[in-house]
């Protein structure tokens, strides 16, 4: 199955595509109103907007340094999962996002790096829980906000996780513990993005990595992982040629393919891919 993910409605209605992702909240804070023609997407604890007005809600590290843009590796500014107020507006939006449409997608879900957080609300509540290590508290942190977020999606829910399918990493980086959260989640959605897909070796690695540590040990055979995973492409001026070889690498382990920020540009690789496939058929006339 092929999808976009966009930030324009009259996107999400064009026909070429068989699913859209519509952004309600993306990691600059920016809310949309949730519509009833799309999967609306929620970015959780990613929020320019909301960390700038509002420093405590930022995650620190160890050494006290916060979780913004002003770091290094860091794209945009994060929210601390465990600061109740946010968490329980994020909750509501995505509420509102189920009343449109059934299916929600939950984007920027985690904590932003290993050392986070360290504020003192989250070592508080790390030692007055039943943890006695603190990857597993966060761990359990993610997969109570995903559960309580689960009971508001009447329909299927999607989770994006961070692009590194290697053991542990995903946990032991941002407190997603896939097997913990597997019982709350329909799909995995990876991004796997590049500005180029001139070469693909790369987007096949990581594609079989996480067809691997979802489902096992992979081999052409085997039915799909459970929850099933997709992956979305990036297709924004990506050359039409290159986007399609993509997704014929990433469609060989995922169960669908998105693409991400630009309809022309997938529309335009739909539609070659389509034709590329009747190419040399032959019919007989009856």
Request: aromatic fraction near 12%.
């Amino acid at each position: 199955m092929d999808g976009i993910v966009t930030r324009n409605e009259p996107e999400t209605e064009w026909d070429e595509f068989e699913q859209a992702f519509y952004e309600v909240k993306d990691v600059t804070g920016r809310p949309n109103e949730p519509i009833a023609g799309a999967i609306n997407m929620v970015s959780c604890f990613g929020d320019n907007a909301a960390a700038a007005e509002n420093p405590d809600l930022v995650p620190v590290d160890s050494e006290g340094r916060p979780a913004t843009r002003e770091r290094d590796y860091f794209d945009w500014a994060y929210i601390c999962p465990t600061h109740d107020a946010y968490r329980e507006g994020l909750v509501e939006m995505i509420a509102d996002c189920g009343a449109e449409h059934d299916d929600v997608r939950l984007d920027d879900v985690g904590f932003p790096r290993d050392d986070y957080c360290r504020c003192d609300r989250c070592e508080r509540r790390f030692a007055d829980s039943e943890f006695d290590d603190w990857h597993a508290w966060r761990a359990s942190v993610i997969t109570d906000f995903v559960a309580a977020a689960r009971e508001r999606v009447p329909g299927r829910l999607y989770l994006t996780l961070y692009p590194d399918p290697y053991p542990g990493h995903l946990s032991q980086r941002a407190g997603l513990d896939l097997d913990a959260l597997a019982p709350y989640v329909d799909e995995f959605v990876v991004p796997l993005y590049d500005l180029d897909y001139g070469t693909t070796y790369w987007l096949e690695s990581l594609a079989r990595g996480f067809r691997s540590e979802l489902g096992g040990d992979y081999n052409p055979d085997d039915a799909d992982p459970e929850p099933p995973f997709s992956i979305e492409l990036y297709a924004v001026d990506v050359d039409v040629d290159n986007l399609i070889q993509a997704a014929e690498v990433a469609g060989t382990y995922a169960t669908n393919v998105f693409f991400g920020y630009d309809a022309a540009q997938a529309s335009a690789a739909i539609r070659r891919k389509d034709a590329d496939q009747q190419d040399g058929e032959t019919y007989t006339p009856e």
